[in-house]
Protein backbone atom coordinates (compact mmCIF):
# COMPACT_ATOMS: atom_id res chain seq x y z
CA UNK A 1 0.00 0.00 0.00
CA UNK A 2 1.51 3.18 -1.14
CA UNK A 3 2.42 5.62 1.80
CA UNK A 4 3.60 9.04 2.63
CA UNK A 5 7.05 9.13 3.93
CA UNK A 6 9.01 11.72 5.77
CA UNK A 7 12.54 11.99 7.09
CA UNK A 8 13.67 12.53 9.66
CA UNK A 9 11.71 10.98 12.11
CA UNK A 10 13.42 13.01 14.85
CA UNK A 11 15.68 15.84 14.89
CA UNK A 12 16.90 17.39 18.25
CA UNK A 13 18.75 20.75 17.02
CA UNK A 14 19.94 24.26 18.89
CA UNK A 15 18.06 27.11 18.98
CA UNK A 16 19.20 29.45 16.20
CA UNK A 17 20.61 26.37 14.08
CA UNK A 18 18.56 26.02 10.76
CA UNK A 19 16.61 22.01 10.25
CA UNK A 20 14.97 20.87 7.18
CA UNK A 21 12.33 17.88 7.10
CA UNK A 22 11.99 15.89 4.09
CA UNK A 23 8.37 14.90 2.39
CA UNK A 24 7.65 12.42 -0.18
CA UNK A 25 3.88 12.25 -0.91
CA UNK A 26 2.40 9.19 -2.27
CA UNK A 27 3.02 8.81 -6.10
CA UNK A 28 0.26 10.69 -8.72
CA UNK A 29 -1.22 12.82 -5.33
CA UNK A 30 -0.99 16.80 -6.72
CA UNK A 31 -1.50 17.94 -3.23
CA UNK A 32 0.85 18.18 -0.11
CA UNK A 33 0.02 19.33 2.96
CA UNK A 34 2.54 20.45 5.91
CA UNK A 35 0.92 20.56 9.43
CA UNK A 36 2.51 21.30 12.76
CA UNK A 37 1.26 19.55 15.61
CA UNK A 38 2.55 20.95 19.22
CA UNK A 39 1.73 18.45 22.19
CA UNK A 40 -1.33 17.79 23.22
CA UNK A 41 -2.95 20.06 20.65
CA UNK A 42 -5.00 19.05 16.90
CA UNK A 43 -2.63 19.58 13.59
CA UNK A 44 -2.66 23.14 12.05
CA UNK A 45 -2.15 23.89 8.60
CA UNK A 46 1.41 25.68 7.62
CA UNK A 47 1.54 25.39 3.63
CA UNK A 48 -0.15 23.53 1.16
CA UNK A 49 1.18 23.15 -2.38
CA UNK A 50 -1.23 22.13 -5.44
CA UNK A 51 1.55 20.49 -7.86
CA UNK A 52 4.52 23.08 -7.30
CA UNK A 53 2.76 25.89 -6.87
CA UNK A 54 1.88 26.99 -3.10
CA UNK A 55 -2.19 27.65 -2.82
CA UNK A 56 -2.28 28.23 0.94
CA UNK A 57 0.60 29.67 3.52
CA UNK A 58 -1.52 32.27 5.37
CA UNK A 59 -0.16 30.45 9.09
CA UNK A 60 3.11 29.53 7.86
CA UNK A 61 5.73 32.05 10.31
CA UNK A 62 7.57 33.54 6.71
CA UNK A 63 10.20 35.39 8.74
CA UNK A 64 11.92 31.87 9.53
CA UNK A 65 9.77 29.43 7.65
CA UNK A 66 10.02 28.44 3.93
CA UNK A 67 8.64 25.12 2.09
CA UNK A 68 9.54 24.22 -1.27
CA UNK A 69 8.23 21.77 -3.97
CA UNK A 70 10.74 22.56 -7.07
CA UNK A 71 9.70 19.04 -9.37
CA UNK A 72 6.17 18.85 -7.95
CA UNK A 73 6.67 15.98 -6.31
CA UNK A 74 8.22 16.04 -2.85
CA UNK A 75 8.80 18.31 -0.71
CA UNK A 76 11.34 20.30 2.09
CA UNK A 77 10.48 22.47 5.05
CA UNK A 78 12.72 24.35 6.42
CA UNK A 79 13.28 26.36 9.56
CA UNK A 80 15.75 29.13 10.12
CA UNK A 81 16.66 29.80 12.67
CA UNK A 82 14.88 27.32 15.07
CA UNK A 83 13.16 28.64 18.44
CA UNK A 84 12.26 26.70 21.45
CA UNK A 85 8.51 27.08 20.48
CA UNK A 86 9.22 25.07 16.93
CA UNK A 87 9.26 22.05 18.94
CA UNK A 88 6.59 20.03 17.29
CA UNK A 89 5.52 17.05 15.41
CA UNK A 90 5.37 18.20 11.74
CA UNK A 91 3.39 15.87 10.01
CA UNK A 92 3.13 15.69 5.49
CA UNK A 93 -0.21 15.20 4.09
CA UNK A 94 -1.34 13.73 0.63
CA UNK A 95 -4.03 14.24 -1.74
CA UNK A 96 -4.90 13.27 -5.03
CA UNK A 97 -5.77 16.78 -5.62
CA UNK A 98 -7.65 15.88 -8.95
CA UNK A 99 -11.20 16.78 -7.85
CA UNK A 100 -10.76 20.89 -7.47
CA UNK A 101 -12.11 20.28 -3.97
CA UNK A 102 -11.52 18.74 -0.90
CA UNK A 103 -10.23 14.82 -0.80
CA UNK A 104 -8.84 12.69 1.98
CA UNK A 105 -5.61 13.15 3.35
CA UNK A 106 -3.42 10.54 3.50
CA UNK A 107 -0.76 11.28 6.66
CA UNK A 108 3.08 10.54 7.07
CA UNK A 109 4.51 9.35 10.31
CA UNK A 110 5.57 13.09 10.89
CA UNK A 111 8.79 14.76 12.17
CA UNK A 112 9.53 15.29 15.82
CA UNK A 113 11.56 18.29 16.46
CA UNK A 114 12.96 19.39 19.65
CA UNK A 115 14.76 22.59 19.64
CA UNK A 116 16.98 22.84 22.84
CA UNK B 1 -12.36 30.39 11.87
CA UNK B 2 -13.61 27.27 12.59
CA UNK B 3 -13.42 25.99 16.26
CA UNK B 4 -13.24 22.51 16.99
CA UNK B 5 -13.53 21.08 20.43
CA UNK B 6 -13.55 17.22 21.67
CA UNK B 7 -15.18 16.44 24.68
CA UNK B 8 -13.46 14.79 26.84
CA UNK B 9 -9.86 15.05 26.40
CA UNK B 10 -9.25 11.82 27.96
CA UNK B 11 -11.10 8.72 29.03
CA UNK B 12 -9.95 5.19 30.85
CA UNK B 13 -11.80 2.46 30.44
CA UNK B 14 -11.65 -1.42 30.99
CA UNK B 15 -11.72 -3.61 28.29
CA UNK B 16 -15.35 -4.88 26.28
CA UNK B 17 -16.92 -1.29 27.15
CA UNK B 18 -19.09 0.61 24.74
CA UNK B 19 -17.84 3.83 24.59
CA UNK B 20 -18.98 6.61 22.81
CA UNK B 21 -15.92 10.32 21.99
CA UNK B 22 -17.49 13.85 21.05
CA UNK B 23 -16.81 16.42 18.75
CA UNK B 24 -18.71 19.63 18.17
CA UNK B 25 -18.06 22.51 15.74
CA UNK B 26 -18.57 26.48 15.11
CA UNK B 27 -19.46 26.88 11.77
CA UNK B 28 -21.69 24.17 10.20
CA UNK B 29 -21.05 24.77 6.45
CA UNK B 30 -18.87 22.19 6.50
CA UNK B 31 -17.98 19.72 3.42
CA UNK B 32 -17.31 16.71 5.40
CA UNK B 33 -16.13 15.28 8.58
CA UNK B 34 -13.22 13.02 9.65
CA UNK B 35 -12.41 10.94 12.27
CA UNK B 36 -8.72 9.85 12.68
CA UNK B 37 -6.58 8.05 15.02
CA UNK B 38 -3.17 8.85 16.16
CA UNK B 39 -0.58 6.22 18.18
CA UNK B 40 2.06 8.24 20.55
CA UNK B 41 4.61 9.79 18.49
CA UNK B 42 3.21 8.46 15.30
CA UNK B 43 1.21 10.04 12.19
CA UNK B 44 -2.45 9.88 11.63
CA UNK B 45 -4.46 7.04 10.40
CA UNK B 46 -7.95 7.69 9.23
CA UNK B 47 -10.95 5.93 10.29
CA UNK B 48 -13.97 7.60 9.17
CA UNK B 49 -14.70 9.63 6.37
CA UNK B 50 -18.63 11.70 6.93
CA UNK B 51 -19.68 13.63 3.95
CA UNK B 52 -21.75 16.51 4.96
CA UNK B 53 -24.86 15.16 2.79
CA UNK B 54 -24.92 12.19 5.14
CA UNK B 55 -25.52 11.28 8.84
CA UNK B 56 -23.31 8.25 9.54
CA UNK B 57 -20.91 5.98 8.53
CA UNK B 58 -19.63 2.45 10.09
CA UNK B 59 -16.51 0.77 9.77
CA UNK B 60 -15.85 -2.76 12.22
CA UNK B 61 -16.89 -1.90 15.49
CA UNK B 62 -16.79 2.15 14.57
CA UNK B 63 -19.70 4.15 13.90
CA UNK B 64 -19.69 7.57 13.48
CA UNK B 65 -22.49 10.07 13.06
CA UNK B 66 -23.16 13.73 12.05
CA UNK B 67 -25.73 16.35 12.74
CA UNK B 68 -24.59 19.28 10.70
CA UNK B 69 -27.19 21.73 11.80
CA UNK B 70 -26.05 21.69 15.74
CA UNK B 71 -22.47 20.96 14.85
CA UNK B 72 -21.97 17.93 16.24
CA UNK B 73 -20.42 14.44 15.60
CA UNK B 74 -19.92 11.35 17.37
CA UNK B 75 -17.59 8.59 17.21
CA UNK B 76 -19.10 5.06 19.04
CA UNK B 77 -16.38 2.68 19.58
CA UNK B 78 -18.25 -1.01 20.17
CA UNK B 79 -16.60 -3.71 22.58
CA UNK B 80 -13.31 -1.62 23.02
CA UNK B 81 -10.15 -3.67 23.55
CA UNK B 82 -6.74 -2.75 24.80
CA UNK B 83 -5.55 -2.22 21.12
CA UNK B 84 -7.65 0.72 21.10
CA UNK B 85 -5.69 2.87 23.02
CA UNK B 86 -4.84 5.63 21.47
CA UNK B 87 -5.41 9.65 20.74
CA UNK B 88 -8.86 10.23 18.49
CA UNK B 89 -8.48 13.35 16.18
CA UNK B 90 -11.72 14.82 14.53
CA UNK B 91 -11.58 17.25 11.81
CA UNK B 92 -13.89 19.39 9.57
CA UNK B 93 -13.35 20.05 6.10
CA UNK B 94 -15.41 23.68 4.96
CA UNK B 95 -14.79 21.86 1.23
CA UNK B 96 -13.27 24.98 -0.48
CA UNK B 97 -10.42 24.55 -3.20
CA UNK B 98 -7.52 25.04 -0.18
CA UNK B 99 -9.34 22.05 1.10
CA UNK B 100 -7.92 22.83 4.99
CA UNK B 101 -8.56 20.64 7.79
CA UNK B 102 -9.55 22.04 11.10
CA UNK B 103 -8.51 19.55 13.67
CA UNK B 104 -9.62 19.25 17.56
CA UNK B 105 -7.46 18.47 20.46
CA UNK B 106 -8.01 14.87 20.26
CA UNK B 107 -9.67 12.50 23.29
CA UNK B 108 -6.95 10.59 24.82
CA UNK B 109 -8.44 6.86 25.51
CA UNK B 110 -7.18 4.09 27.14
CA UNK B 111 -8.65 0.34 27.05
CA UNK B 112 -7.17 -1.43 29.84
CA UNK B 113 -7.24 -5.50 30.32
Known amino acids: EAEVAQSPRYKITEKSQAVAFWCDPI?????LYWYRQILGQGPELLVQ????????DSQLPKDRFSAERLKGVDSTLKIQPAELGDSAMYLC??????????????FGPGTRLLVL | KQEVTQIPAALSVPEGENLVLNCSFT??????LQWFRQDPGKGLTSLLLIQSSQREQTSGRLNASLDKSSGRSTLYIAASQPGDSATYLC????????????FGRGTQLTVWP
Open chain 2, 27 to 32: DSAIYN
Open chain 1, 49 to 56: FQDESVVD
Open chain 1, 27 to 31: SGHAT
Open chain 2, 91 to 102: AVDRGSTLGRLY
Open chain 1, 93 to 106: ASSLGTSGISETQY
